[in-house]
Antibody, heavy 123, light 107 residues
Framework: QVRLVESGGGVVQPGGSLRLSCSAS????????MHWVRHSPGKGLEWMAY????????YNTDSVKGRFTISRDNSKDMLFLQMDSLRPEDTGVYYC????????????????WGHGTLVTVSS | EIVLTQSPGTLSLSPGERGTLSCRAS??????LAWFQQKPGQPPRLLIY???SRATGIPDRFSGSGSGTDFTLTIGSLEPEDFALYYC?????????FGQGTRLDIK
């Protein structure tokens, strides 16, 4: 069964950092592109970052502005999102999601999502 | 950035009725358009990709159509479990963007 489980969320002060993790099972992570998506009351669903199967990464520069870094450890079937210089507007539920097709070099629909981890940025 | 505008914001229908949801893109996304369903406390669930292809396990009462800038999700005969939030998503161009959602309520 294909499954994604996020962890690492919590309450952090403005300017602080968090590292989110996404554990993948039921498929071979190294052959799929993976994404982080934020869901917040103010902005709805917002795509944050993409890690292509071959290591290339792409960001929603307007939202991330060089503060977030996506990475993966294929040997451990793990995806990560390092979030620095956090702001109150970064508050939301963060989902990891998987590309529908493997070995794609173009963007794809997301077929599997985790249940999300809540990040709250507040003093 | 491509802006997706969904209409209506809320759709109130009865079980058994046909539901039609719209998504309009600010510029062409060809057929790189997906639809998701989300229920409270759950992640989004992929219904349709490539504008009209049903995802695995999705009942055939769900159908998608359109290309370019205008897209439609049709639910042929509403079941009680279909009342939820629906989002469209374009993956033609980075940044990937989502519509603001249509809430499908029981009338």
């Amino acid at each position: 069964q294909v499954r994604l489980v996020e962890s690492g969320g919590g309450v952090v002060q403005p300017g602080g950092s968090l590292r989110l993790s996404c554990s993948a099972s039921g498929f071979t992570l190294e052959t799929y592109g993976m994404h982080w998506v934020r869901h917040s009351p103010g902005k709805g669903l917002e795509w944050m970052a993409y890690s292509r199967y071959d290591g290339y990464s792409q960001y929603n520069t307007d939202s991330v502005k060089g503060r977030f870094t996506i990475s993966r450890d294929n040997s451990k079937d793990m995806l990560f999102l390092q979030m620095d210089s956090l702001r109150p507007e970064d508050t939301g539920v963060y989902y990891c999601a998987k590309d529908l097709l493997e070995f794609l070099v173009t963007l794809d629909a997301f077929d599997i999502w985790g249940h999300g981890t809540l990040v709250t940025v507040s003093s | 950035e491509i802006v997706l505008t969904q209409s209506p914001g809320t759709l109130s229908l009865s079980p058994g009725e046909r539901g039609t949801l719209s998504c309009r893109a600010s510029q062409s996304v060809d057929r790189y358009l997906a639809w998701f369903q989300q229920k409270p406390g759950q992640p989004p669930r992929l219904l349709i990709y490539g504008s009209s292809s049903r995802a695995t396990g999705i009942p055939d009462r769900f159908s998608g159509s359109g290309s370019g800038t205008d897209f439609t999700l049709t639910i042929g005969s509403l079941e009680p479990e279909d009342f939820a939030l629906y989002y469209c998503q374009q993956y033609r161009t980075s940044p990937i963007t989502f519509g603001q959602g249509t809430r499908l309520d029981i009338k």
